[in-house]
């Protein structure tokens, strides 16, 4: 009779965004798991089935730099997520601006009928508030376009210290194995 190797694993299983899939296999990857199955959830992420041997020789490496591994991935999402954070903001506050001002318009308009100074500086508010909604737009690329220029630098240095740890992880596993 033929005696069978037994391989305990550890399982995990997490939720990602549809977008982030690739780059958290090769995280997780280089960290000695394997993808066991993945799954698209209901809300347009997806759930990776992950296992890896339970009795690597550098675990406890491999954790550590797993976890600095995933705060960096955190750190970058929350980069990208800052290029348009400000933007949306101040899109939102010149907006409100921009409807204050055409519906105060509206008001000086329809309630003094008769007045012609009235009904001047009505049009002229709605035509300022109708101005602002056209320049919105503008003005919110033009803030992400700023803040994108501020940011690539750091988020290209931080992508490049997640390439070394991943690398790092990889080298580990490698090492295992010689």
């Not at 990776?48 to 955190?74: F, G, M, P, V, Y």
Request: proline share 1%; net charge neutral.
């Amino acid at each position: 009779m033929q005696e069978k190797d037994f391989v305990s694993y550890e399982y995990k299983t997490l939720s990602v965004k549809a977008k982030d899939r690739a780059r958290m296999i090769d995280l997780y990857e280089a960290f000695g798991w394997e993808v066991s199955g993945t799954s698209v959830s209901a809300t347009g992420g997806v759930t990776l089935s992950l296992k890896r041997d339970r009795h690597q020789r550098h675990k406890q490496e491999l954790n550590r730099l797993e976890r600095q591994a995933e705060e960096t991935i955190e750190a970058i999402n929350g980069l990208e997520r800052s290029k348009t954070t400000g933007a949306c903001v101040l899109a939102y506050l010149l907006g409100i601006a921009a409807a204050l001002l055409l519906g105060g318009g509206m008001c000086l308009v329809m309630l003094l009928e008769h007045s012609i100074p009235a009904m001047a500086g009505g049009i002229v508010l709605g035509v300022i508030g109708l101005a602002l909604c056209g320049v919105n737009y503008a003005v919110y690329q033009k803030f992400v376009a700023k803040k994108t220029k501020e940011v690539l630098p750091v988020i290209d240095q931080t992508e490049e210290k997640l390439a070394n740890l991943l690398e790092k992880g990889n080298d580990l596993l490698k090492a295992e194995l010689i």
